[in-house]
Protein backbone atom coordinates (compact mmCIF):
# COMPACT_ATOMS: atom_id res chain seq x y z
CA UNK A 1 0.00 0.00 0.00
CA UNK A 2 2.87 2.23 1.14
CA UNK A 3 4.52 1.61 -2.69
CA UNK A 4 1.53 2.32 -4.23
CA UNK A 5 1.19 5.44 -2.34
CA UNK A 6 4.39 6.46 -3.32
CA UNK A 7 4.24 5.62 -6.58
CA UNK A 8 1.08 7.62 -7.22
CA UNK A 9 3.03 10.42 -5.25
CA UNK A 10 6.39 10.62 -7.22
CA UNK A 11 4.19 10.33 -11.11
CA UNK A 12 1.31 12.51 -10.30
CA UNK A 13 2.23 15.01 -7.97
CA UNK A 14 6.00 14.88 -8.25
CA UNK A 15 6.53 15.42 -12.26
CA UNK A 16 4.71 18.51 -12.76
CA UNK A 17 6.49 19.36 -9.84
CA UNK A 18 9.70 18.67 -11.21
CA UNK A 19 8.32 20.12 -14.67
CA UNK A 20 7.85 23.25 -13.18
CA UNK A 21 10.76 23.70 -11.52
CA UNK A 22 13.05 22.65 -14.24
CA UNK A 23 11.11 24.37 -16.66
CA UNK A 24 11.80 28.19 -14.30
CA UNK A 25 15.53 27.18 -13.60
CA UNK A 26 16.02 26.99 -17.76
CA UNK A 27 13.95 29.91 -18.88
CA UNK A 28 16.17 31.84 -15.58
CA UNK A 29 19.08 30.42 -17.36
CA UNK A 30 18.08 31.58 -20.83
CA UNK A 31 17.47 34.93 -20.00
CA UNK A 32 20.74 35.11 -18.03
CA UNK A 33 22.65 33.75 -20.75
CA UNK A 34 21.00 36.04 -23.33
CA UNK A 35 21.10 39.41 -22.16
CA UNK A 36 24.44 39.63 -21.83
CA UNK A 37 25.43 38.78 -25.48
CA UNK A 38 23.19 41.34 -26.97
CA UNK A 39 24.69 45.16 -27.47
CA UNK A 40 24.69 46.64 -24.10
CA UNK A 41 22.03 49.62 -25.32
CA UNK A 42 19.26 46.50 -25.94
CA UNK A 43 20.02 44.55 -23.29
CA UNK A 44 17.80 46.51 -20.35
CA UNK A 45 14.30 46.39 -23.54
CA UNK A 46 15.15 42.85 -23.74
CA UNK A 47 15.15 42.38 -20.19
CA UNK A 48 11.77 43.89 -19.82
CA UNK A 49 10.51 42.12 -22.26
CA UNK A 50 11.53 38.63 -21.17
CA UNK A 51 11.14 39.37 -17.75
CA UNK A 52 7.50 41.03 -18.77
CA UNK A 53 8.52 44.59 -16.99
CA UNK A 54 7.44 47.86 -17.85
CA UNK A 55 9.43 49.74 -20.57
CA UNK A 56 8.40 53.15 -20.16
CA UNK A 57 10.94 55.06 -19.56
CA UNK A 58 13.39 57.49 -20.60
CA UNK A 59 14.06 57.46 -24.36
CA UNK A 60 17.69 58.31 -24.86
CA UNK A 61 16.89 58.60 -28.53
CA UNK A 62 14.84 61.74 -28.16
CA UNK A 63 17.86 63.96 -26.94
CA UNK A 64 19.29 64.29 -30.19
CA UNK A 65 19.64 67.63 -31.02
CA UNK A 66 18.06 71.39 -29.99
CA UNK A 67 14.64 72.57 -30.79
CA UNK A 68 13.80 72.00 -34.28
CA UNK A 69 15.72 69.18 -34.60
CA UNK A 70 14.86 65.66 -35.48
CA UNK A 71 13.27 63.39 -33.12
CA UNK A 72 15.43 59.98 -33.67
CA UNK A 73 13.18 57.43 -33.09
CA UNK A 74 14.24 54.96 -35.58
CA UNK A 75 11.55 56.44 -37.30
CA UNK A 76 11.32 58.84 -40.51
CA UNK A 77 13.71 61.11 -39.92
CA UNK A 78 11.58 65.15 -39.18
CA UNK A 79 13.06 67.57 -41.65
CA UNK A 80 13.41 70.99 -40.25
CA UNK A 81 11.19 73.41 -42.21
CA UNK A 82 11.07 77.24 -41.13
CA UNK A 83 8.97 76.96 -38.48
CA UNK A 84 7.02 79.70 -37.23
CA UNK A 85 4.15 78.99 -35.09
CA UNK A 86 1.27 81.54 -35.48
CA UNK A 87 -1.60 78.83 -34.07
CA UNK A 88 -3.52 80.05 -30.98
CA UNK A 89 -1.51 79.28 -28.25
CA UNK A 90 -4.19 80.74 -25.52
CA UNK A 91 -5.68 77.42 -24.57
CA UNK A 92 -5.37 76.92 -20.90
CA UNK A 93 -5.22 73.66 -19.16
CA UNK A 94 -6.20 71.54 -21.55
CA UNK A 95 -6.23 68.05 -20.13
CA UNK A 96 -5.16 65.45 -22.78
CA UNK A 97 -8.21 63.13 -22.57
CA UNK A 98 -10.62 65.01 -21.89
CA UNK A 99 -12.44 62.36 -20.20
CA UNK A 100 -10.37 60.31 -18.15
CA UNK A 101 -8.64 60.10 -14.45
CA UNK A 102 -5.20 59.89 -12.88
CA UNK A 103 -3.90 56.66 -12.99
CA UNK A 104 0.24 57.76 -12.19
CA UNK A 105 2.22 60.45 -11.33
CA UNK A 106 5.08 62.17 -12.42
CA UNK A 107 8.07 60.77 -10.53
CA UNK A 108 6.92 57.82 -8.91
CA UNK A 109 9.35 54.43 -8.81
CA UNK A 110 9.06 52.10 -11.43
CA UNK A 111 10.42 48.46 -11.77
CA UNK A 112 13.80 48.77 -13.06
CA UNK A 113 15.00 51.48 -10.84
CA UNK A 114 13.81 54.23 -13.08
CA UNK A 115 11.22 57.29 -12.17
CA UNK A 116 7.85 57.76 -14.27
CA UNK A 117 8.67 60.51 -16.51
CA UNK A 118 4.76 61.85 -17.31
CA UNK A 119 1.56 61.76 -15.74
CA UNK A 120 -0.78 58.77 -16.60
CA UNK A 121 -4.74 59.27 -17.42
CA UNK A 122 -6.71 56.38 -17.65
CA UNK A 123 -9.83 56.74 -20.56
CA UNK A 124 -12.17 53.73 -19.05
CA UNK A 125 -11.00 51.92 -21.41
CA UNK A 126 -12.63 54.00 -24.38
CA UNK A 127 -11.04 55.62 -27.47
CA UNK A 128 -11.73 58.95 -26.53
CA UNK A 129 -10.34 61.86 -28.60
CA UNK A 130 -6.45 63.08 -27.32
CA UNK A 131 -6.30 66.93 -27.00
CA UNK A 132 -2.77 68.34 -27.11
CA UNK A 133 -2.61 70.67 -23.96
CA UNK A 134 -0.38 72.98 -26.07
CA UNK A 135 -0.31 74.69 -29.63
CA UNK A 136 2.90 74.23 -31.74
CA UNK A 137 4.19 71.82 -34.18
CA UNK A 138 3.76 68.08 -34.39
CA UNK A 139 7.81 66.66 -34.42
CA UNK A 140 6.69 63.14 -33.93
CA UNK A 141 4.26 61.27 -34.75
CA UNK A 142 4.89 57.58 -35.22
CA UNK A 143 5.69 54.44 -33.63
CA UNK A 144 7.92 54.33 -30.72
CA UNK A 145 10.44 51.11 -30.39
CA UNK A 146 11.03 52.11 -26.15
CA UNK A 147 7.46 51.70 -25.16
CA UNK A 148 5.78 54.40 -25.67
CA UNK A 149 3.24 52.91 -28.67
CA UNK A 150 1.98 54.96 -31.06
CA UNK A 151 3.80 58.26 -29.59
CA UNK A 152 2.68 61.95 -30.69
CA UNK A 153 5.29 64.59 -29.70
CA UNK A 154 4.34 68.58 -30.03
CA UNK A 155 7.37 71.34 -29.74
CA UNK A 156 6.62 75.11 -28.68
CA UNK A 157 10.07 76.96 -28.60
CA UNK A 158 12.38 74.88 -25.78
CA UNK A 159 9.18 72.25 -24.98
CA UNK A 160 7.95 69.44 -26.22
CA UNK A 161 4.77 67.71 -25.42
CA UNK A 162 4.75 63.43 -25.22
CA UNK A 163 1.11 61.69 -26.01
CA UNK A 164 1.60 58.34 -26.07
CA UNK A 165 -0.25 54.85 -26.40
CA UNK A 166 -2.86 56.16 -28.45
CA UNK A 167 -4.31 53.46 -30.36
CA UNK A 168 -4.92 56.01 -33.44
CA UNK A 169 -2.59 59.30 -34.74
CA UNK A 170 -4.75 61.74 -36.53
CA UNK A 171 -1.90 64.13 -37.08
CA UNK A 172 1.27 63.86 -38.82
CA UNK A 173 4.88 65.16 -38.89
CA UNK A 174 4.63 68.69 -39.58
CA UNK A 175 1.43 69.34 -38.28
CA UNK A 176 0.58 72.55 -37.09
CA UNK A 177 -1.47 72.27 -34.21
CA UNK A 178 -3.52 74.24 -31.86
CA UNK A 179 -3.95 73.56 -27.85
CA UNK A 180 -7.20 72.18 -27.73
CA UNK A 181 -6.85 69.91 -30.78
CA UNK A 182 -7.25 65.92 -30.99
CA UNK A 183 -3.94 64.48 -32.23
CA UNK A 184 -5.07 60.59 -31.52
CA UNK A 185 -7.33 57.72 -29.87
CA UNK A 186 -6.48 57.12 -26.65
CA UNK A 187 -4.98 53.38 -26.47
CA UNK A 188 -3.07 51.22 -24.89
CA UNK A 189 -0.34 50.98 -27.07
CA UNK A 190 3.58 49.99 -26.37
CA UNK A 191 4.40 49.17 -23.11
CA UNK A 192 0.96 49.64 -21.10
CA UNK A 193 -1.37 47.63 -18.82
CA UNK A 194 -4.67 49.82 -19.76
CA UNK A 195 -5.88 52.46 -21.93
CA UNK A 196 -4.60 55.26 -21.17
CA UNK A 197 -2.28 58.88 -21.93
CA UNK A 198 1.08 59.17 -20.83
CA UNK A 199 1.67 62.93 -20.80
CA UNK A 200 5.06 64.28 -20.51
CA UNK A 201 6.81 67.35 -21.07
CA UNK A 202 10.27 67.61 -21.73
CA UNK A 203 12.34 71.31 -22.08
CA UNK A 204 15.53 71.49 -23.68
CA UNK A 205 18.38 71.15 -21.87
CA UNK A 206 21.63 73.84 -23.73
CA UNK A 207 24.04 72.47 -20.64
CA UNK A 208 23.18 68.78 -21.34
CA UNK A 209 22.26 69.34 -24.96
CA UNK A 210 19.13 66.79 -24.38
CA UNK A 211 15.14 66.90 -23.91
CA UNK A 212 14.93 66.61 -20.26
CA UNK A 213 11.77 65.45 -18.69
CA UNK A 214 10.11 67.58 -16.03
CA UNK A 215 7.28 68.10 -13.54
CA UNK A 216 4.11 69.04 -15.65
CA UNK A 217 2.80 70.69 -12.54
CA UNK A 218 6.20 72.51 -12.02
CA UNK A 219 6.14 74.41 -15.24
CA UNK A 220 3.87 76.73 -16.97
CA UNK A 221 3.92 75.75 -21.02
CA UNK A 222 3.80 77.77 -23.69
CA UNK A 223 0.60 79.55 -24.24
CA UNK A 224 -0.79 79.02 -20.99
CA UNK A 225 -1.34 82.20 -18.97
CA UNK A 226 -0.78 80.27 -15.40
CA UNK A 227 0.18 77.52 -13.74
CA UNK A 228 -1.96 74.43 -14.10
CA UNK A 229 -2.37 71.88 -11.81
CA UNK A 230 -2.41 68.76 -13.27
CA UNK A 231 -3.45 66.66 -10.76
CA UNK A 232 -6.07 68.59 -9.25
CA UNK A 233 -7.81 68.94 -12.67
CA UNK A 234 -8.49 64.81 -12.12
CA UNK A 235 -9.53 64.57 -8.59
CA UNK A 236 -12.90 64.16 -7.45
CA UNK A 237 -15.23 62.09 -9.60
CA UNK A 238 -14.63 62.42 -13.02
CA UNK A 239 -16.91 62.45 -15.61
CA UNK A 240 -18.08 58.63 -17.54
CA UNK A 241 -19.05 59.29 -21.26
ZN1 LIG B 1 3.09 56.91 -18.11
Excluded at 25 to 34: A, C, D, H, N, Q
Excluded at 198 to 222: C, G, K, S, Y
Aim: with cysteine; aromatic share 14%.
Amino acid sequence: MKRIFFLFFSLVIGSPLLCGVLFAVLFVMFVGLTIPQIPSWAQAGVAAWMMDQPQETYDETAHTGPPGSPYNGHQIPYERADYTYTGNESFRCILPPQYGYLTDWYGTARDGGYVHSGIDYGCYWRAVPVYTPMGGKVVYAGWSEVGYGNLVIIESGNFRVFLAHNSEMIVQENDEVDAGDPIGLCGSTGNSTGPHVHFEVRIWNETEQRWTPVDPNAITLPGQEAHCDWYALKTGAPPNP
